[in-house]
């Protein structure tokens, strides 16, 4: 005979284990930003981003590790650690938003949608809110693929260029994201 106490730990248990089943996440995202002009392109990329999403709200969050980022050049990673985005002071970028478009019941089928998405973007200590359009494409085996891109503008986070190498860098830096989630 099952007694209320069972009965009450299950009431708390059932709903975590639902909303458990619409959760997904990685650790090894991608994000890639490009700066172009006249005189120089720069581009870096970095793997190691960890991201949560949650199918069933659209919920989603993800961090980047400053240092990760990785350039053709050591001098420019040098730079852009020490000079420009101070990554000891501030180690990470982070997004928390949702995505609007797809929801849980798309998570079920495969397809690729477009969504919208919108949140808050902390870099460099300075949080801006961030509106993108970006796909999710559901596979077969039920993995998630998320990607977008974004404009960001160095200087609305705080990001400060030196004039002499200000025309090096491009007022608004290309950043695009490419997540690839399994099930929590």
Known sequence: MIDQKTILLASFLLPVGLFAQDRYGTRNGHVSFRSETPIENIEADNHKVSSVFDAGTGDVQFAVLIKAFEFEKALMQEHFNENYMESTTYPKATFTGKLRGAGAEEMTRSGTYVVDVTGDLTIHGVTRPMNAKGSITVAADGTISVSGAFPVVPE???IKVPGVVRD???????VRVELNYKKL
């Open 168 to 174: 090096n860098i491009a007022k608004v830096v290309e």
């Open 156 to 158: 609305d986070h705080g």
